[in-house]
């Protein structure tokens, strides 16, 4: 129901202990957004954002989709939200608008 992709790596042909050896390739246009879980510090979601600007100006893309991971006790789960003041787009627009 939740719509996501997971992947898990088996070790039973590959040793995936080294970190380096755990590196996916995927086509960036595929992804849709990024969804921050409820402990993700701030300084780590600047940091991501930051990757996904860059990669949103190599791919020529003007959208990509931050979610905030929440508890909602009134549906007692873990939900998410738009976090909508962000937008790559706006931000290319304002520069060139600048006098």
Do not use: W
Not at 25 to 47: A, C, P, Q, R, V
Not at 55 to 68: A, P, S, T
Not at 89 to 94: C, N, T, V, Y
């Amino acid at each position: 129901y939740e719509n996501e992709y997971r992947v898990v790596l088996g070790s039973f042909f590959r040793d995936y202990s080294d970190k380096a050896k755990r590196t996916l390739n995927y086509d960036f246009n595929s992804l849709h957004g990024l969804i921050f879980g409820i402990n993700t510090k701030m300084e780590d979601k600047l940091k991501i954002m930051s990757i996904i600007k860059k990669k949103c100006k190599e791919n020529g893309r003007e959208k990509f989709n931050f979610y905030q991971a929440y508890y909602s006790s009134k549906e007692k789960c873990i939900k998410h939200s738009l976090m909508n003041l962000l937008n790559f787009s706006d931000e290319s627009k304002r520069i060139e608008k600048a006098p």
